[in-house]
């Protein structure tokens, strides 16, 4: 089989394993009483975002021989991440909706989620820039920055998670508006059945995440990117990208926040988790590619937060972030 059709194989798998992994994470939301932030910004964040997660901790403790090319495919797979996240995914939210509510069209996430979100990753990134200038031989001020961004994430995950019984008594509850795909089957819809339907899906997007990983590694060698470019463009687009398919089929259903959550969710888990992971194990430097990247994600990540807080969220302002991809692509590729 060529490395096309691979690649086109493993994305009917991933769009198959969304839809198994949304329809099943929507019941548990809803089964458990909890706000749609929390089922997007936790729950759905995290379960698509581990596979991976896997990516730069494997190259960085059991990767090559070579540990600049270790490091440099860490690097690019922990920054590429937030930045494809900010720019791209966001920007394909606008097109899955362009031709229903137009370029003027309203969205709709609860506000005060998004908001959480959108605060605690511009300030956890912004440290994770501020250490790309802190020398490598300075540890100890390198691991309190570390330590710093695994505490911020705990405390956004004590933030959400409060706030949830209150925005479901304002209406915000995650509601399941589909039966459950195991349920059709013949199955009670129970407690065990979520799980596994949950369970089922988040395997199918491993394995499709991880089978389009090595076709578009194979199909990368004719393009000759190097390991920090590859990493940077390629490997979030893999891993990242397809499993935000969550977010597309969310808000083509007006599930707004969920589908806003599944993103700014993930940017926080992979903005302080993982740059503390690069911050204390590589040289975590101000490379062209990598400091331009930052950049563009804070960037990025501000204008939605200043879109936000006008409380007037447009399809086009979304287009914006995606203009800003396109940016970073002409700059380092050209």
């Known amino acids: 089989m060529s490395t096309f059709a691979i690649l086109f194989l493993m994305l009917v798998v991933i769009l198959i394993a969304a839809e198994v992994f949304t329809n099943a994470l929507e019941h548990l939301g ?23 997660t896997m990516v730069p901790l494997l190259a960085l403790m059991a990767g090559t021989s070579n540990t600049a090319v270790n490091e440099e495919i860490g690097v690019g797979a922990i920054l590429g991440a937030p930045l494809m996240l900010s720019t791209l995914s966001i920007c394909l939210m606008a097109m899955a909706v362009l031709s229903k509510r137009g370029l003027q069209g309203h969205l709709v996430p609860e506000r005060t989620g998004l908001t959480r979100d959108l ?33 911020t994430y705990f405390i956004y995950i004590m933030l959400t998670l409060r706030a949830s019984a209150h925005l479901v008594k304002e209406g915000h509850g995650t509601e399941a508006e589909e039966k ?96 503390a992971i ?35 969220l447009k399809v086009w302002h979304l287009a914006i972030n995606g203009a800003m991809y396109v940016t970073y692509l002409a700059v380092v590729l050209i």
């Open 30 to 52: 809803e089964k458990l009483k909890i706000s749609e932030g929390v089922t997007g910004s936790l729950f759905a964040a995290i379960g698509t975002a581990l596979p991976e």
């Open 180 to 275: 459950m795909f195991l349920c059709r089957m013949g199955l009670p819809e129970n407690m065990a059945a979520i799980v596994t339907q949950l369970a089922l899906g988040l395997a199918l997007l491993v394995a499709g995440a991880k089978g389009f990983i090595h076709g578009v590694e194979s199909a990368s060698e004719l393009l000759g990117i190097s390991p920090l470019l590859l990493s940077l463009l390629i490997i979030p687009i893999a891993t990242e990208l397809p499993e935000k398919v969550n977010s597309i089929l969310w808000i083509r259903r007006h599930k707004d926040t969920l589908a806003f959550g599944n993103i700014t969710g993930a940017m926080v888990f992979q903005g302080t988790l993982l740059p």
């Open 278 to 312: 690069g911050i204390m194990l590589t040289p975590w430097e101000p490379r062209q590619e990598v400091l331009l990247g930052i950049v563009i994600t804070l960037l990025a990540s501000l204008w939605l937060r200043i879109m936000v807080h006008r409380g007037q």
């Open 119 to 151: 605060n605690f990753f511009l300030a956890a990134f912004s440290f994770s820039a501020i250490a790309l200038f802190v020398p490598h031989q300075l540890t100890a001020v390198r691991a309190a920055i570390g330590f710093a961004l695994v505490l």
